[in-house]
């Protein structure tokens, strides 16, 4: 059974930044795609970015520029920095796994963590 444990979540001023990691329990994440998805009220989940065994990185128009996705291996985690952050970026933070991007859209998902952006 794979835990993946989203944090770092908080209440932010337009224009600042945060880090949320991702930890796994049960699971290498080195062997798979790791992707950060959000979702806002209202709104379907949607795909922020992901990264390659590699490390090769992509990212939907709304964020680039902004957000960084990582990985360290050796910490078993992933991590999205998100810096300049705008009201819209609103959302439960989720991260995934998946061998392709498609097995990570539809595995499992944690608790994600909420990130809000607020004057």
């Known amino acids: 059974q794979v835990q993946l444990v989203e944090s770092g979540g908080g209440l932010v001023q337009p224009g600042g930044s945060l880090r949320l990691p991702c930890s796994a329990f049960?699971?290498?994440?080195?062997?798979?795609?790791m992707g950060w998805y959000r979702q806002a009220p209202g709104k379907q989940r949607e795909l922020v970015a992901h990264?390659?065994?590699?490390?090769?990185?992509e990212y939907a128009d709304s964020v680039k520029g902004r957000f960084t996705i990582s990985r360290d291996n050796a910490k078993n985690t992933v991590y999205l920095q998100m810096n300049n952050l705008k009201p819209e970026d609103t959302a439960v933070y989720y991260c995934?796994?998946?061998?392709?991007?498609?097995?990570?859209?539809?595995?499992?998902w944690g608790q994600g963590t909420q990130v809000t952006v607020s004057s």
């Open positions: 995934n796994r998946g061998i392709t991007i498609q097995a990570m859209a539809k595995g499992s």
């Open positions: 049960g699971s290498i994440l080195s062997l798979y795609i």
């Open positions: 990264i390659t065994r590699s490390g090769s990185t």
